[in-house]
């Protein structure tokens, strides 16, 4: 009669990644997030004082100074956040059904927005100031998609959907911006915007930056016809000439032509005294 085998041992069963220890358990993840509210709190607690409330700010910063410092930073911080949210509610995770850490990812996201919207106030404060160009138009684009982009990761929390799917909404976010953009004429916005809220029109801010406006190309030309008519601005007939040719260039070429050059050229002739500096 042969011998019974030994029975083998069982191997241990690991257990679900999810349910290991480790820097984003369950605890680790509730711990972080209520340190992570309280010194967000602190922040948006002086937001809403000196920024929206318009309160008295120290001695020796003026609202340009607050308005400017941290404006960058606090977006590193927003995107930092999204990337933790992001690990810490992954899908089958320990944080993913917790009744309390859910509530307090939805603060911590819901202050990271108001951090976002309060920086886009930060820098229209600065802009009052010190006036608009290209790249604070394009800081106030990419806060808009960073707050949007918080957004859809609650939304992605709620539904339970995937990070696949929060990719996916993300980039019809970011492609909608691109197409409304494009039909944005910004050279024009920026150089009307100086023009009105410069120092010489409005009396407040800083000086009306001419050379820039020229680097805008033909579509300040209406900006700078304005300009001309405010005291202590002289424009060079040389540097409008130059925009008036780019223009005529630009309405000779085919693949240059546009509907903006086409609006431009139908000011232009309605206003020859600006052409008629050309050459």
Request: positive net charge.
């Amino acid at each position: 009669m042969r011998k019974a085998a030994a029975p083998q041992p069982v191997a241990e069963t690991p257990a679900p990644a999810s349910d290991l220890p480790g820097f984003f358990g369950a605890a680790a993840i509730l711990r972080s997030l209520i340190l992570f509210n309280v010194l967000f709190a602190i922040q948006t607690v002086l937001d809403l004082v000196f920024l929206w409330g318009n309160a008295k700010l120290p001695d020796g910063i003026s609202y340009a100074d607050y308005a400017h410092r941290g404006a960058y930073l606090l977006i590193v911080t927003a995107l930092l956040a999204a990337g933790f949210v992001l690990a810490a509610m992954r899908p089958r995770g320990p944080a993913q059904t917790s009744a309390i850490i859910r509530p307090l990812v939805y603060l911590w996201v819901g202050q990271n927005v108001l951090l976002v919207i309060s920086s886009m106030l930060r820098l229209y404060r600065y802009m009052e100031i010190y006036l608009l160009t290209g790249w604070r138009i394009a800081a106030l684009v990419w806060m808009l998609l960073v707050a949007v982009g918080l957004v859809l990761i609650v939304t992605r929390i709620i539904l339970k959907q995937s990070n696949g799917w929060l990719v996916r909404m993300n980039l019809i976010g970011l492609l909608a911006t691109l197409y409304v953009c494009s039909l944005v004429n910004f050279d024009a916005i920026i150089a009307d915007y100086n023009v009105t809220h410069s120092k010489e029109a409005s009396g407040k801010g800083v000086n009306l930056d001419l050379n820039y406006l020229y680097t805008l190309g033909p579509q300040a030309l209406p900006a700078l016809q304005r300009a001309a008519q405010l005291p202590g601005i002289t424009i060079r007939d040389c540097g409008r000439g130059r925009l008036v040719s780019s223009q005529a260039a630009d309405m000779a070429s085919w693949r240059s032509w546009g509907f903006r050059s086409w609006r431009l050229q139908r000011w232009l002739d309605a206003h020859p005294d600006t052409s008629s500096t050309a050459g």
